[in-house]
């Protein structure tokens, strides 16, 4: 986006185009993906009538996944509270 055209909301249009298409192609939910907790951005996907659902999800993990969780729980839970 253009710093001159800021002023002119373009994501705002961008959004509205994309959620009429959805609603075009019979899509019955947009997900605005989660907000982070930052109320900015939750004040302007209400602003588009957004209502927050619970998702629920589950992954599968690889062997490559589980290599890489175990690496952090012993960097984050297990280095991390050694006084060294």
Not at 69 to 74: C, E, K, T
């Amino acid at each position: 986006m253009h710093s001159d055209y800021v002023h002119c909301h373009p994501v705002h249009l961008m959004l509205a185009e994309a959620i009429a298409q959805s609603c075009q192609d019979g899509f019955r939910w947009f997900d605005f993906n989660p907000s982070g907790g930052l109320k900015g951005v939750e004040h302007f996907k209400r602003g588009f009538g957004a209502t927050p659902l619970p998702f629920f999800s589950y992954r599968r993990l690889g062997p490559m996944g589980k290599a890489f969780r175990v690496r952090r729980y012993i960097k984050e839970a297990v280095l991390h509270s050694c006084p060294v």
